[in-house]
């Protein structure tokens, strides 16, 4: 495979990171001690093609691959990873969604809006009850007529506050343990829907997280997306790409502490000289940039399969243990090179610290990626006996 970027592609890149560096950076700090989520900001994104990225044209999106858009998702991390974790689960969840199990209709009616960043897309899968078992969902829907009543609570739903519409995912039929779920897409400004109460978060506190409440909400039964039993199973394909966001996102903040950290050590003065002459720092920083640089081509595997229409339930799965893993490891060895200043909150690396531990939490932890990768290595063994 030759993952060298083209021309254009150097060029989104370059624009992403001048975005980044004069939209967001000068504001990171503020925006992390006030848990903001900058909605001018992100909607100038939108305009920019960030919010449709992987979106075809004629829905107002950006029509780029899913290399692009990797590159677009670290640029962001690097400088702020709450952003980019907003502007992932954007395109990723609520508007990928829409685009996989949607029919022309409503793909021509909610996709333009969400692309361009007129409107803010949630998901919602998540319950108090149920994160890694969405067997345990609580979230009913129940047909009335034309029109279907859903009741429930989702947490931990990234843009929720801020949505104009959301993706729910409920369940239409207990019994039927394959097919017992079902996706809604839900309009922020219906009557019964409303975000409830938003996190206080240890890190990417610009991402906006909050609760997402029905309470005899009522959808047209228009507004299913995909087939009626199948929200789950659309679910599932939707966190094979998703993961592969977030894999990307882990790039971005652990290339931020390595570049915090390899900076600082050339300007911190030690017994005489700058702290990167010494092999410990040098080896820290080797570690560092070696591991980040492994997690990139495991991301960029998955999203060259994904473009390919290959299938990406493994690749994407190991893609985002490994980067998450490695940008926990990455943050810690930031902290650890700027010594008593990575503790300050004067310095980058404590944000970094305490941002990327989310990474190997969300769309599945790390003990969940292992369980999906095992799943399929052993499945593939007896195929191929």
């Not at 107002?60 to 858009?69: E, K, R």
């Not at 969902?137 to 929720?160: C, H, P, Q, R, Y």
């Not at 369940?171 to 809604?184: E, P, S, Y």
């Not at 309470?215 to 929200?231: F, M, S, T, W």
């Amino acid at each position: 495979m030759d993952f060298r970027l083209t021309d254009e592609q150097k060029q989104i890149q370059q624009m992403v990171r001048e975005f980044a560096e004069s939209e967001i950076r000068p504001h990171v700090m503020e925006w992390d001690e006030k848990q903001h989520f900058p909605v001018e900001t992100f909607k100038r994104a939108g305009e920019l093609g960030m919010l449709g990225v992987i979106f075809p044209e004629e829905y107002g999106g950006a029509g780029l691959s899913y290399i692009d858009y990797i590159n677009v998702i670290e640029e962001l991390g690097v400088i702020d990873s709450g952003f980019a974790l907003s502007v992932a689960a954007h395109n990723s969840l609520g508007t990928g969604h829409i685009y996989l199990a949607g029919n022309d209709e409503q793909k021509k009616k909610w996709l333009p809006k969400l692309t361009t960043g007129e409107w803010i897309g949630a998901w919602g899968l998540t319950e108090p009850g149920s994160g890694s078992d969405a067997s345990g969902m609580n979230t009913v829907a129940v047909k009335d007529g034309s029109e279907w009543i859903l009741n429930g609570t989702k947490n931990f739903i990234t843009n929720a506050t801020y949505a104009n519409i959301a993706v729910v995912l409920a369940v239409t039929d207990r019994k039927d343990q394959k097919h017992g779920i079902t996706a809604f897409a839900v309009e922020m400004d219906r009557k019964g829907i409303r975000p409830g109460k938003k996190e206080n978060k240890l890190g990417m506190r610009v991402s906006d997280t909050a609760e997402l409440v029905m309470e005899d909400c009522r959808v047209p039964a228009k507004n299913i997306l995909g087939k009626i039993g199948y929200g789950f199973i659309d679910a599932m394909k939707i966190l094979d790409g998703g993961r592969i966001s977030i894999g990307a996102l882990s790039l971005g903040v652990a290339r931020g502490a390595y570049e915090a950290a390899r900076d600082y050590s050339k300007q911190r003065i030690a017994f005489g000289k700058p702290i990167s002459e010494f092999q410990a720092i040098q080896f820290m920083l080797a570690d560092m940039a070696t591991e980040i640089d492994a997690a990139r081509l495991l991301c960029y595997r998955a999203a060259t399969l994904k473009d390919a229409g290959e299938r990406v339930t493994q690749a994407s799965a190991m893609a985002k243990l490994y980067a998450s893993e490695v940008a926990v490891r990455a943050t810690e060895k930031g902290v650890q090179i700027f010594g008593g200043y990575g503790f300050i909150k004067d310095f980058p690396a404590e944000k970094y610290y305490r941002d990327v531990k989310l990474c190997t939490i969300g769309e599945g932890t790390s003990e969940i990626q292992r369980m999906v990768i095992a799943r399929n290595l052993l499945a593939d063994s007896k195929t191929n006996r």
